[in-house]
């Protein structure tokens, strides 16, 4: 095989540039599970072995909740879609390689549908118009799929007639939601809801368990993968009854109750509170009687836990891409579990997580998951075990006595270099680092802590980028 046809996409899409979803489509998939194994050997190598990243059998219409945006072009002609990656016009899509293709033909048909019924689609600029978003949900397992016409008002004549037509079309449509967004707003679902047609939600089946999805949920968009990294990460913490764990950042409560199967008690956090409520019925409905869900912000719930004595022997943690907080990190180290398996949808801050969580524990696996192939996301789960008491990393001691704060796991000024260059696009020098850091009382190294009066002659940190040093210094926590 030659070099490009190694690197070129046969299957490459035509939309691509115009959507910008999918970053890695013009390499083959092989070749893209090649670049992601070496951005996880960059970033995580470090802290241990990269297992081979588990990829997709098949890698194509994994996607099984599709949105597509609502409008016409110039000429009045309908047109469905993705918007143009950083704008608010709407790419016409018929198919896509990585949505669900029952989805996709759906949406085609009701864009279809449209003239016959006199329906309007929503004007961002005018405000006028009904259609705004399609979305189509379907149960991976169970094949139901929901359909939800999001509109702008709830006024919508030919509603019946709609709804059967378009059933007619898709028989193995199970229901159909008109949510009403009335707001001028980059949201795409409203607050309200009308069913018109089955039971307003679908169920579908992940690692044995039943979910009920409704438009709102959370849930997991590849489940194929889904099923794969939560297997592996239940198999990274070998549970049995005598098992107390947190499901932190639990979602719709997914990892806490696979792992409720096998262990005796489950805790699961989580700050939204309609996730938390998903995950309360989902428990009901699969019968789980040993899993509690709390909705909080995790970092503050592991605090309490810790200040009232509790613990737990293995806390399963999924955050955000934005990572966890310094203070989840710092009650996690208090409450020390026997293990912490770190589920993680950005190897970036994941890498910063882990510079912190590794004072008191050992990196002994680490696993990527290919969730989303033809895009440059990549998933980890890494188990950590707690280090035997002598080979914890000694905090500094007395460091209150110091005019300075010391924090073990703060970033080098290589690492802000780097990052701000990437995030900001700026070159800055490690004099300017330390004077940035020196104004929030941060330790600075001693070739550079010297007061201004001293060495006046100093170039000064300009605005713009003390702003992105501070920046930095956030995002590797080290101020607040
Ligand atoms: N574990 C779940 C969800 C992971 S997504 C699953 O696999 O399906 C990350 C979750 O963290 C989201 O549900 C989000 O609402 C939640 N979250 C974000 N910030 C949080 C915080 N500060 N405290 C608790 N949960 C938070």
Not at 238 to 258: P, Q
């Amino acid at each position: 095989m030659s070099k490009s046809t190694f690197r070129t996409n046969p299957d490459a899409c035509p939309l691509a540039k115009k959507c910008g979803g999918c970053q890695l489509q013009n390499m083959t998939y092989e070749r893209q599970l090649k670049w992601k194994q070496a951005r996880e050997e960059i970033l995580l190598g470090r802290f241990g072995r990269v297992g081979k990243i588990i990829g997709m059998d098949n890698p194509y219409h994994y996607r099984n909740k599709v949105q597509a945006a609502f409008g016409r072009t110039k000429g009045g002609k309908y047109i469905s879609g993705v918007y143009q990656s950083g704008t608010h016009r709407i790419v016409n899509v018929d198919s896509c390689m990585i949505e669900d293709e029952t989805a996709d033909s759906i949406t085609v048909d009701i864009r279809n549908m449209l003239p016959a019924f006199r329906i309007m689609t929503y004007d961002e600029d005018k405000r006028t118009g009904f259609l705004r978003h399609v979305l189509i949900r379907r149960g991976f397992t169970t094949g139901e799929v929901m359909a939800v016409l999001v509109a702008a008002d709830s006024y919508f004549p030919m509603k019946k007639k709609f709804t059967a037509a378009l059933l007619e079309r898709h028989p193995e449509i199970t229901t159909i939601v008109l949510n009403i967004n009335p707001k001028d707003t980059n949201l795409v679902l409203g607050d309200r809801e009308e069913v018109l047609y089955g039971k307003g939600y679908i169920e579908d089946e992940l690692c044995g368990l039943r979910f009920a999805i409704s438009p709102k949920s959370f849930y997991q968009i590849n489940p194929v993968q889904t099923e794969k990294l939560y297997a592996k990460a239940i198999e990274y913490a070998a549970l049995d009854k005598d098992t107390t764990v947190i499901d932190a950042y639990c979602g719709i409560g997914t990892i806490g109750l696979a792992a409720a199967k096998t262990a005796g008690q489950v805790i699961g956090v989580e700050l939204n509170r309609d996730a938390v409520h998903d995950a309360i019925s989902n428990a009901k409905r699969n019968s789980m009687k040993n899993i509690r869900f709390y909705c909080a912000d995790a970092g503050d719930f592991m605090d309490d836990m810790v200040t009232q004595g509790e613990r737990a022997d293995v806390v399963f943690m999924d955050p955000p891409r934005s990572g966890s907080s310094r203070k989840f990190i710092d009650s996690l180290l208090n409450m020390a579990p026997e293990k912490v398996v770190y589920i993680s949808c950005n190897p970036e801050t994941l890498a910063r997580d882990l510079r912190l969580i590794t004072k008191k524990y050992k990196v002994q696996k680490i696993t990527p998951v290919d969730m989303f192939p033809h895009t440059h996301h990549i998933e980890t789960v890494v188990l950590l075990v707690k280090l035997p008491p002598d080979d914890v990393i000694k905090v500094k001691p007395d460091v209150s006595e110091l005019p300075v704060s010391i924090h073990d796991g703060d970033a080098t000024y290589d690492e802000i270099k780097k990052y701000v260059l990437s995030h900001h696009g700026l070159k800055v020098s490690s004099l300017y680092i330390s004077q940035v850091k020196r104004k929030f009382g941060l330790k600075v190294t001693e070739a550079y802590n010297k007061p201004k009066s001293e060495n006046s002659h100093q170039p000064q940190c300009p605005p713009e980028k003390e702003k992105a040093i501070i920046n930095a210094l956030k995002y590797f926590k080290m101020i607040d």
